[in-house]
C-alpha cells in the first residue's frame, strides 16, 4: 500500500467507526424518547438507524441554517411511524435539543407521534405516517429540483409493509417515466409488520426485481453494513435512473430481547427493557455530527410578468374551460406556477397551460394518488402547484389530501365535471360526494364559480391562498352573469336579485337554475332573493343571516348530495350565531343517478327551476 | 393427417370464422349504440372487441339465466368506458335485445354511460368507470368462488392507462399472495389514453416483466388474432397463478379513418361516419352465441349456528374490542360472513375473528383499495363482507367506497380509531373526516356507539344491512352504560337523562363527557338532557326536534371536525321538518390537532365536560 492507499483505509476504518456509533447513538435514542413517552415505535426505528446514520451523516447535503433552500436534499420518511428516529438524526445534527428530543408524543411538543411539520420544526416539510405516500412527495420534490436547476437529490426511507400500497408503485412508475435521477428510495426491509410477518418477508430479490420492472436502478444490501450503505448510496447518485436500495434489517436490531421478534410492533419498551437494551447498544452517546454541504445553487432570475390582460368573457363557457384559460394567463404571470395533471387535460382544460408552459406542467397520467403527493412535495420547494382532475376522481387521492393539510401544505386543487350535471356518462363520472369530502379538511377554501368571469378570479386568488383551496367546475357552458371586472372576495357572496319573499342560496351550475327560478317566481308577484354562494367555504354567515332574518324561508339549490355540501354549510352559518331564523329547505341530489341529459338529470334529482319554484310555492304556502 | 385432425381443423376455422363475425358485430353494434346516443367511447370498444368476442363465444361459461350463481365465470369490464362493448356482447347472448342497445346513456335506460348494475341488468354486478379497480374486484370474486369450492374464473379486461393507477398492482400483488389462479386481466395495450400516448405505448413487454415481477402468469399477444387470444385463454386457465394476458390492440380497430388516431377517445362517431364504419366492418350482423355452460356446482350444507351467547360487558373496554368480539361472535352464526383486514387486526380487532374462522379472514395488507375492491367482489358473490382498518384510512379507498354505492354493493365497514381521542400517535392516525366522507355516500349507515354492548348490537345489525354501512370505534376503553339486552334500532337514539334546560347531543366517545358534564350541571341546578345518537345516518330527527323544542338550547358534541359531521346531520334533522326551533351550538374539532393524552387533546379540541359545562353556562346567561 501506498501513503494515500493508508490514508484512505484509515479515514474509511475512522468513518464506519463514526457510522455505527452514530447508529447506536440513534438507537439509543429512539429508544430513550419512546420509553420517557411511554408509547411510539422503537423497533421500527432500531432497524433503520444504519441505514440512517450514514444518510445524515455522509450523504444528506442539507444546511440547517436553511432547511428551506432549494440546494438542501431532501430527507421523507414515508415510514413515519420511525418518528423517533428522525428526531434522534435531528438531535445528532444539531437541529433539536436533548430535552425536545425527550419531549415526544406530548402535548404541545413539536415532535409529534408521526412527523409533522410546524415552526419549531422547519426541517420536517411533509406529514406522513398514512403509509405508501413519501415516493410520490418524493417525486414532487426531485421535479421541483430539476425545474429549479438545484443539484438536490431526495431520499426517501420507506418500509416493508407500505410497499404494499399501490402509491408506492405508481410514484415508482412515474419517476421513472419522468426519468428522475435525483430520487432514491431506501426500502427497509425488516420483515415484521404490525401483526406479524410481511407478505415477502427478507425476499430482497422480489423488490428488486419490481423495482426493475418499474424502470429503476436496484440493488440489495445488508442494511446495518454500513460500508455497504455508504456504497450503495453512491451507486444510487451515480446511476441516472430513480434507485431502489433494499436493505435487509432487523426489526428491534442490536437489542437481542426483541429483535426480529414479532409482538414489538408500536411498543415502547418498559423502562428496565430500555435500561438494558441502552446498555446493549453500548450506553448514551452524544455524537454531534455535521452534514454535508449542498452544492452551490443560484436562483435563476425571475421573468418578467406578461403583462396579458385576464381572460374575460361575455358569451357562455364552461366554467372548466375559463379553469384552464385562467391558469394559461397565469402562467405568464407567475413563474413558480406548475400545474399536475391526471390525464384528463383535455376536460379539466390544464391542457391550455401546456400549450405555453409545458416545462412547468407535469403529466401524471391516470395516478391520482402519485399527482397529489407529487403535487405536495412540489409546493415544499415552493411551487405554486395547480392539480386537476374530475372532481369524482379526487376521492381517489382523499387520504393524500388530508394527510397534505396536516403537512400544512399549499395545494390548489380543481375537480371538474360537478354533480349530475354531466349527463351520460353517469354517476361514475359525477362529483357528488366532493364538496362534502372537501369542506371537512381542515382549513380548505371550498369554491364553487358560477361564471367565467367569476372562474378567473377566483382561480387567480388561489393562487395567493395557503393551505388546500379546491375550485370545482361545471361540464357544460354556462351563460356570463358577472362583468369581468367584477371581484370576488374569498368568503363573500353576490346577491343577483333583491326579494323579501324567499331565499335562493346557490353556488355553480344551481345558480343559473335560481335565477331561471326567480324570473318566474316574479312573474307570480313573489320576490325572490338570490344568493350565488361561490365561496363555500368560508361561506358568507353574514349575508346568509340577513337573508334568512328578512325573508323566513331560505331554499338552497345544490347539484351535490344532501349531505355535507352547499346546504349543510348555509345551515352551519345560520345556527352559528343564535338561533335560526326561519325555515330552510335544501334541494340536492338524494338518488342514485343514472345516464341522461344534464336538464334530465336535474329534473330528476329536483334541483331545476322548475324545482326550485314547486319549492318555494309549496313552502310560501305551507308558510 | 387422419380424419381427427381434419375434423378438428375444420372446427377450428369455423371457429375462427365465428370469432372474428362476433367481432365485427361487437364492434358495429358498439358504434351504433353510441352513435344513437351522441357520445361515448366506441373507439376504446373497438380495440377490445376480438378479446371480448372470444371469451364470451368461447370461455366464460355463464348459465344466463341465473347471472348470480356462484358456478358462474365473472366478466369484469374495468375499463368501464368500454361498457358499450359490454351492452354489445350482453346483446350478442341475448341477455338483452337491441333496442334496450340502442338506448345506451338515455335517461331511465339500465344501459349507461359506464356499467353499474339494476334490476333490469343482473349480468352487471359491480359499477365500474372509475379506473384501476376491476383487479381488486376480481380478486375478491375470485377468493369468493374458492371459499365457495366453486370452480369458476373471473376476466377482467383492463386498459393500459388505468394500469398507471396503483391500484392495479396492489391487487395484483395481494392475488399472487394469496395463490389465486382463477383470475385472469386481459390488458388491452391500445397505446392511447384520453389525451394522447399512454406512458408505454405498445411496449408489451414492460407489462409483462411486471406482471412476473408481481407473481405472475404473463404472455402478450396480438389482441385482434382471435387464435392467439384462444390459445392465451387456455393458458391462463392451465397455470396456477393469476395470469395476466398483455394484448396489443389498435384504439378504433377495424375504422380506417380513426383506427390507431389520437383525438378520438370517448367521442361517437357522426352518422355519416358510422356508416362508413359500418360498411367496412361488413355491415350488421345478428349472430347470437351460447356461453359455455359452467361446471356444476353444489352449495355446501349450511352449518348450523353455533347459538353461543352474544359477547355482554359490564366492565369498560374500547368499542374497537367489542368490535373485533362481536365478529369472532358472528362468525359462529353466520356461514357467508368473511372479514378483511389491512394489517392492522391488532388494532382493530378482526385478529378475533381471525383466530375462530381464519378460512373465512382476509389478510390483505396495507392496501386499503384492494380491501375495499376485495369486498366489493366478495359480496356480489353472496358474502357478508366486513373490513376494517382505522378510519383515518379507509379515506384511502374513498373513491371504491364511492364507486360500490354506484354498484348497489353491501359493504360493512369499521373504522376504528376515531377522533383527536387515540391521543398520542398525532393526526395522521385519527379519524376526523371519516362521518363528513360516509354520510356523503348514497345509501350509507353510518353508526358511532359509545360502549360494548351498542357496539354488539349495531355491529350484528349491520350484519343484516343493504349498501354501505360504518361502524366507528374508538381506541380507548369506556364504561359501559348500556345493558346487554339494550336494543339498539338503526335511526334511533337513547335519551340518557332527563332535562329541558338544555339537550347534550353527542355519539361514541362524547357521550361520556356529555354525561359528566349532565352530572355537573345538575349540581348547579341545570337539568340537562343527554342524547346518545348512536346512529348518525339515518339520525332520530323526531327526538331531536323534540329535544330543541323542549329545550330550547341543542348542544352538539363530537370528536370530528366541525364540517360534515355529527352536528350538520343534527342540524339537518330540525331544518327537515320546519323552522328550526331554539339554538343549537356545534363543538367539534375546528384546529389542527399533534399529541398530547386523549384527555388533553379533547380538552384542546373544546369537546371534553369542562368544554360542555362553560358552552352551556355561557349560553344560558345569553339566551
Redesign the interface.
Known sequence: MDDVDIEDHRERIDRTQLWNELAAQLAVDSIRSTTE?G??HPTSSLSAAHLTAVLFADHLRTDLHDPRSPANDRFVLSK?HAAPLLYAALKAVGAIDDETLLS??????PI???P?P?PALPWVEV??????QGPAIGLGMALAMRLDESAGRVWVLIGD??S????????M??AA?HRISALTCVLDLNRL???GP??HGWDAD?FV??A???GWHALSIDGHDVAAIDAAYRAATEDDRPTMIVARTEKGHGVSEVADRDGWHGKAFPPELAERAIRELGGLRSITITPPKPEPWMPAGARAPAGAPAPAYTEPIATRKAFGETLRWLAGERDGLVVL?G?????TYT?DFETVAPERFFQM???E??MIGAQTGMQALGKTAFAATFG??L??A??QI??S??G?ADLRLCGSHAGVSIG??????MA??DI??L?????ATVLYPADGNATVRLVAAMADLRDISYVRTTREATPAIYAPEEGFPIGGSKTLRPGNDVALVAAGITLHESLIAADRLAADGIAARVLDCYSV?PIDGDALRAAAAETGLVVVIEDH?????L???V??A??SE???T?????LAVH??P????PE??RA?AGIDADAIVATVRTALVRG
Chains 1, 2 share one sequence.
Open positions: 413517552a408509547s411510539g413515519g415526544l408524543r406530548r402535548f404541545g411538543s409529534q407521534g408521526h409533522a410546524g406529514a406522513t405516517g398514512s403509509l405508501g409493509s407500505e404494499a400500497e399501490g402509491s408506492v408503485w405508481e410514484a412508475e412515474a417515466h409488520g404490525q401483526r410481511t407478505m422480489v426485481r419490481r426493475e420492472a418499474f395533471d390525464e384528463v387535460g383535455n376536460s391542457e397520467y391516470i395516478a394518488q402519485t369524482a376522481f376521492t381517489r382523499y387520504d388530508r394527510m393539510a396536516i400544512r351520460e356518462d353517469g354517476p361514475s363520472q357528488l360526494e362534502a369530502a369542506r371537512a379538511i381542515h382549513g367555504k348530495r344532501i349531505e355535507g355540501g346546504g349543510d354549510a345551515l352551519d345560520l345556527a343564535g338561533t335560526v326561519g325555515r330552510v329547505v335544501k338518488d342514485m343514472g345516464s341522461g341529459s334530465e338529470l330528476w
